[in-house]
């Protein structure tokens, strides 16, 4: 697995394939492996690259993981982009990889070829429910990890029971929950909130969201999320909060043709 120094510390990638650039962006907690069910199929038409964010699968802990913030990661997936010199990318990101991924569409167009945004979060206010479950995730009475994700992974595979098995072990060690708490608290900030930027994508986009995720569902994040880029595709597939990892089959029945459509 390779590396990279960068200023947030060594962040470590899979590289699989050849072809136009496959950046694959995992959520909070989780790492590049989540991923694994659909790579072997994306790598043999791309270049296919999936990073663990700083603190998360092989990469180092931020130096201080309790101040990291959304906009943290956005900044980390720049300066990734800038050390590898990649040409105009594809993305795929998840939840927090998502919000990263579309900071960088709105900001950087000419980096951007296509952006499949996988329950991304930042595309409502949250409400009352919302910030108080971001409080509690963001304390030291927040769920554990495996429980979280427990409660969002709806179908169990061999690439889900990895995941869950991850939030168990590595992702349940105490400088992980410092970090993961962290980002929770981020959640809740106006650094969040994509609403203001979306219209700026100009980039070919196709949303994914999943009918039966409890923490960004397709009816109202979605939904949302349709309405702030009106040009993008949407579709809400029988899943929780990873289609990739849960319902692989239909993620690429839907990603490869777009993705084959923003590389012609």
Known sequence: MPSIKLPAGSVHYTEHGQGVPLVLLHANP?????????????????????????????????????????????????????????????????????NAAARLAAESHELVRGLVLVAPGGFTTPGLVSRNFCKLQGSRFSLPPRCFASLYLKHRTATTRAMLERASTTQAEAPQIILNRAVWRGFATPDNDLRTVAPKIKAPTLL??????????????????????????????????????????????????????CSA
């Open 208 to 261: 994914l969201f999943g009918k039966r995720d409890p923490v960004i569902p397709a009816g109202r994040d979605g939904r949302v999320a349709a309405r702030c880029m009106p040009s993008a595709q949407f579709k809400a597939l029988p899943c929780g909060h990873a289609s990739f990892a849960e319902v692989p089959e239909l993620f690429l029945e839907e990603v490869q043709p777009f993705l084959a459509a």
């Open 30 to 98: 989780g790492d590049s492996k989540d991923f694994e069910a659909v790579v072997p199929a994306l790598s043999k038409t791309y270049r296919v690259l999936a990073l663990d964010w700083p603190g998360y699968g092989q990469s180092a802990l931020p130096q201080q993981p309790e101040t990291v913030g959304v906009l943290f990661f956005y900044q980390v997936l720049r300066e990734f982009l800038a050390a590898l010199a990649l040409p105009p990318a594809c993305f795929i990101g998840n939840s927090l990889g998502g």
